[in-house]
């Protein structure tokens, strides 16, 4: 299979990976139902379903998963890695769907999940985990928010992906704010047990 050819597997299958290059590693396309009406419009009664499996997978980011890591860190990645893993799908009423499949970047991990309709209207998911540069390196904040996921929407059409950027930022400044309103918050009322314990240490 030529770099090219692997490219376009993927594609189909999530828009993270358009304009990926250098594919490197195996992928192993198992089949466990193919199902045709013959009959004018089969398309829309067509169902396949199996599994894609990759090995070793890696390659040069591009298109909507460059914006997606420029989300995450300042440095962009030469390489992106996908773990060992058995990626379900299924195509059913005229809709391509598949099980979650994970990507690592760096050092940020995101897990993926899309829907892709026959006419190309697409639906995909994308979980970020917050990193020290997603809250402008504040250390203090980061650790207060380290562990939690951000959820990135992607839809338009898969010649077209449109992703929800405001929506993501709207989440992110909204975390941010609570978690510097609880720091300040703490740091209120230590302040005061200070003052009150020197008040009774006085008397």
Do not use: W
Not at 1 to 16: D, F, G, I, V
Not at 26 to 38: D, G, K, R
Not at 170 to 194: C, S
């Amino acid at each position: 299979m030529t770099h090219a050819a692997a490219a376009e597997m993927l594609t189909r299958l999530n828009p993270l990976f358009e304009q990926s290059a250098s594919p490197q590693g195996v992928m192993t396309l198992a089949l466990n139902e193919v199902s045709t009406p013959i009959t004018a419009g089969a398309r829309a009664g067509t169902i396949l379903s199996g599994t894609l499996s990759l090995k070793g997978l890696s390659f040069a980011p591009g298109g909507m998963l460059r914006r997606v890591l420029a989300l995450s860190e300042r440095a962009e990645p030469a390489r992106v890695y996908a773990p060992d893993q058995n990626i379900a799908f299924e195509f059913r009423d005229g809709v391509l769907r598949h099980a979650p499949l994970t990507l690592r970047a760096g050092g940020v991990t995101l897990r993926t999940q899309a829907s892709r309709r026959a006419e190309g209207s697409l639906d995909c998911r994308v979980e970020i985990p917050c990193t020290l540069d997603m809250v402008g390196r504040d250390r203090a904040l980061f650790e207060r928010l380290k562990g939690e996921v951000f959820r990135l929407t992607i839809g338009g059409s898969a010649g077209a992906p449109e992703p929800d950027l405001k929506a993501f930022q709207e989440d992110l400044a909204a975390r941010i704010g609570a978690a510097r309103l609880k720091m300040a918050r703490e740091r209120a009322t230590e302040e005061l047990n200070r003052a009150l314990d020197q008040i009774f240490r006085a008397e």
